[in-house]
T-cell receptor
């Protein structure tokens, strides 16, 4: 059973360029999460989707960052224009979420291998 | 969150010994807790979870203990092996929020 798939695994780009990171969640999962990990700030949640709909994007750093989930099996995180301070490892995670007594609960999140982004 | 790397607390144990990694959480409303293991160059890997209606849960060689009174979580690894060397994170959430809050990672070093 394939886990979360991310591409590319490594990306080196120059400041000002557009960067697109891709994620394929685990089949059957209906929630998808984008995280960023840095030495200084650890793991930070950027945005998460439930049933392809963005639920919380309060962690997105600024307007240069955008994320989409056009269908249940694909999501992108785009940075335009990129800056050196965006250099980090970006993780995608997926899980199954449902409602119990009108409350949304989320099962365990499973992480992909990450994309290491370097902006020169 | 704390940094992953130079300032990570480190636990060094000998192969075969038991390891105990501790985590304090701050949100008394958190009702779901997870331990993740992150090896170098990889994403966090699920180890074990526990819900707030339990105080102990066991897996294969791992046990998680939850003390809600003092908001403390621990991960016990029995007979630690070199392959257990990694950074371990605890994470908390309220089930409704779907947002994991990751704690300070602890680097586990297993010596031969």
């Amino acid at each position: 059973d394939a886990g979360v798939i991310q591409s590319p695994r490594h990306e080196v780009t120059e400041m000002g360029q557009e960067v697109t990171l891709r994620c394929k969640p685990i089949s059957g999962h209906n929630s998808l999460f984008w995280y960023r990990q840095t030495m200084m700030r650890g793991l930070e949640l950027l945005i998460y989707f439930n049933n392809n709909v963005p639920i919380d994007d309060s962690g997105m750093p600024e307007d240069r960052f955008s994320a989409k989930m056009p269908n249940a099996s694909f999501s992108t995180l785009k940075i335009q224009p990129s800056e050196p301070r965006d250099s980090a490892v970006y993780f995608c995670a997926s899980s199954f979420s449902g409602f119990i007594d009108s409350r949304l609960w989320t099962d365990t999140q499973y992480f992909g291998p990450g994309t290491r982004l370097t902006v020169l | 969150g704390e940094s992953v790397g130079l300032h990570l607390p480190t636990l060094s144990v000998q192969e075969g010994d038991n390891s105990i990694i501790n985590c304090a959480y701050s949100n008394s409303a958190s009702d779901y807790f997870i331990w993740y293991k992150q090896e170098s160059g990889k994403g966090p890997q699920f180890i074990i979870d526990i819900r707030s209606n339990m105080d102990k849960r066991q897996g294969q060689r791992v046990t998680v203990l939850l003390n809600k009174t003092v908001k403390h979580l621990s991960l016990q690894i029995a007979a630690t092996q070199p392959g257990d060397s990694a950074v371990y994170f605890c994470a908390e959430t309220t089930g409704t929020a779907s947002k994991l809050t990751f704690g300070t990672g602890t680097r586990l070093q297993v010596t031969l």
